[in-house]
């Protein structure tokens, strides 16, 4: 199996940013596409971004575009999601995932074969 972890969230003021990243172990062998999801207290789990395995294709969620990029180091395993002008609304745990599938598939369906644990961030006003 592939096993994702999650690090980088934690409390910043509104405006601020933060880079969170997902370290990939285990079975990384695959050309995975990989993305990013959250969910705030009393919601569902909504999608992020996304990335291709190649990197040449992101997609975002239209409450995140302009303000977070998706990226990934295959060399590394490792994603990232760099936040910028963070917003109340935008507080919730952040997951990462990994999908035999499309990036595009991930953003639409919403589809993940591995999941990390989330990492919580907090975005005060």
């Known amino acids: 199996q592939v096993q994702l972890v999650e690090s980088g969230g934690g409390l910043v003021q509104a405006g601020g940013s933060l880079r969170l990243s997902c370290a990939a172990s285990?079975?990384?062998?695959?050309?995975?596409?990989m993305g990013w999801f959250r969910q705030a207290p009393g919601k569902e789990r909504d999608f992020v971004a996304a990335?291709?395995?190649?990197?040449?294709?992101?997609y975002y969620a239209t409450s995140v575009k302009g303000r977070f990029t998706i990226s990934r180091d295959n060399a590394k395993n490792a994603m990232y999601l760099q936040m910028n002008s963070l917003k109340p609304e935008d507080t919730a745990v952040y997951y990462c995932?990994?999908?035999?599938?499309?990036?595009?598939?991930?953003?639409?369906?919403?589809?993940?074969?591995?999941w990390g644990q989330g990492t919580q961030v907090t975005v005060s006003s």
């Open positions: 285990g079975r990384t062998f695959n050309r995975y596409a």
């Open positions: 995932a990994a999908d035999r599938g499309a990036a595009q598939g991930m953003a639409v369906t919403g589809r993940g074969d591995y």
């Open positions: 990335i291709s395995w190649s990197g040449s294709s992101t």
